[in-house]
């Protein structure tokens, strides 16, 4: 799989978004991403409660642990490489979580436009 470069959406490097869960479609600490990425995991996203629920209610449990999966579940606060769609759908519904602009890809301007991605701009990272 070649990866895309690592550039955030604001054309600098691309920050880590979290290694405390590991995150990413490369399980790298980044929201690198690549053409085999097809649920674009691009935007690093700090994950809420409301979020978490409104995930879990779509299908997609992120907040329950799986240990076959190595995946210890997502609290409130933890960081999270999300899926552009997902991410423009739960703005949509008013449930976005706020997102690292730094840590994320800018592949994810491909799905959600820079402005709707800055609203939920977290200060400071």
Sequence with gaps: ?????????????LAACSTDPVTGFFRDGHCNTCDQDTGSHT???VMT??????????GNDLSTPRP???FPGLKAGDRWCLCAARF???HQEG??????LAATHLR?????????LAR???ADP
């Design 95 to 100: 449930v976005a979580p706020q997102v690292d």
């Design 68 to 70: 076959e999966f190595r």
């Design 120 to 122: 939920y701009a977290v």
């Design 43 to 45: 935007v690093c996203a």
């Design 88 to 90: 423009l759908q739960a």
């Design 108 to 116: 994810a301007l491909e799905i959600v436009p820079l402005d709707v």
């Design 1 to 13: 799989m070649d990866q895309d470069p690592s550039v955030n959406a604001l054309g600098g490097a």
């Design 49 to 58: 409660d409301e979020f978490l629920a409104y995930s879990k209610y779509l």
